[in-house]
């Protein structure tokens, strides 16, 4: 396809970020990467920048307008689950109703949609997951995403589609919302404070940069639907750690193993959880890289030496 014209929303977060750097890197593409704080900091992003609340319906109008994209990729979220819990009007009103006025202004203004949606949509009683498994959330968090997706379906957009991750680890510059796992661990550990890791979570981590490639590729192929766009590998967030401590030569010994309830009582979360990307490595050539080439890549992102070097 022609470069297209592409419009990210939420490009201050981890997600967003990924994929504003990974369409900026699209050769001919126009990018306007847009976020609710205006001070986007997306280091090395070529691209145009604005602020847009997704929540506004009028500047969401204008912005589809003014910018006339091709291809809206909506990043803006509210993706912390205890959060959702505690304000769940907010989380609805931003993750489900600005999604659906979004979808419905895309379809006025013949833009594609992208949504970043999430495992957490599954209940975690048989995971990994492929697309057609029936959904059945035990969040909030993951009601919303869910009644987003089935926001797109119903919409009268013939060209969109819905593109699941989990657990994306990445090197966001600025100030990020929140610290995904992998910095969150880095920190801890680097300074030497003992973690306590759930050993009852099943996960594909997802490197943010294998995922901003596999929502390209969607778009790229001009594909709709469902697609799981994640990390190859299943493994327990316990197990993680000890890859990511092994990987940023960090004391494996801090890290110990907990439950999910002990760490989070008030949200639960899906235990056997994780994606299976079958449908994105035939359809779309998706071939995210191993979990250690993505550690090693992250940590040359950050600036950490390779452990090797530093003895
Ligand atoms: N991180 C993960 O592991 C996964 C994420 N996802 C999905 O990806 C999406 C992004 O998540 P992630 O990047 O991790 O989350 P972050 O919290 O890192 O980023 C979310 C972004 O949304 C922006 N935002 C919030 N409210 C508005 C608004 N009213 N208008 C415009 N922007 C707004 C925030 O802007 P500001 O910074 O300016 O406040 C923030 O930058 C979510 O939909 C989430 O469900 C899915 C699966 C896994
Ligand atoms: C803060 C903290 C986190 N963790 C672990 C638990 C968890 O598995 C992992 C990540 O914690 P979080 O609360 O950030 O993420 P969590 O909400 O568990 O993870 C999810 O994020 C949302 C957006 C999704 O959609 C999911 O796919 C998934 O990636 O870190 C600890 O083990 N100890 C801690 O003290």
């Not at 750690?241 to 949200?267: C, K, M, N, Q, W």
């Not at 299976?276 to 490595?281: D, Q, S, T, V, W």
């Amino acid at each position: 396809m022609l470069p297209p014209r592409i419009l990210v929303t939420g490009a201050n977060g981890l997600v967003g970020q990924a994929l504003a750097r990974a369409a900026g890197r699209w050769r001919g593409a126009d990018v306007l990467a847009t976020g609710r704080r205006p001070a986007l900091a997306l280091g090395g992003f070529a691209g145009g920048t604005a602020a847009l609340d997704v929540t506004d319906a009028d500047a969401v109008e204008r912005a589809l307008q003014d910018f006339a994209p091709d291809v809206v990729l909506h990043a803006a979220g509210l993706a912390q689950v205890e959060a959702c819990e505690a304000d769940r009007e907010a989380c609805w009103a931003l993750n489900v109703e600005a999604t659906t006025a979004l979808a419905a202004a895309c379809h006025r203004h013949g833009a594609r949609l992208v949504l970043p949606s999430t495992d957490f949509v599954f209940d975690g009683e048989r995971g990994p997951y492929a697309e057609d498994a029936r959904p059945a959330p035990l969040t909030h968090y993951g009601r919303t995403k869910l009644a987003a997706e089935n926001a797109l379906k119903a919409s009268r957009l013939t060209r969109w589609a819905v593109a699941r991750t989990t657990l994306v680890f990445g090197a966001p510059t600025g100030p990020a919302p929140r610290l995904d796992f992998v910095r969150w661990l880095v920190r801890e550990l680097g300074a030497g404070r003992p973690v306590r890791v759930p050993s009852d979570q099943v996960r594909t981590p997802t490197y943010d940069e294998d995922f901003a490639d596999g929502v390209l590729r969607i778009v790229r192929f001009g594909k709709s639907g469902t697609f799981h766009v994640a990390g190859r590998e299943v493994l327990t967030t316990y197990a993680l750690a000890l890859r990511v401590a092994e990987a940023f030569g960090l004391d494996a010994g801090l890290v110990s193993p907990t439950t999910t309830t002990a760490l989070h009582p008030g949200a639960p979360r899906p235990l056997k959880a994780g994606l299976l990307i079958l449908r994105a490595e035939t359809e779309l050539g998706y071939r995210p890289r191993p979990l250690d080439a993505a550690l090693a890549d992250l940590r040359g992102r950050l600036g950490v030496p390779r452990p090797s070097a530093r003895r």
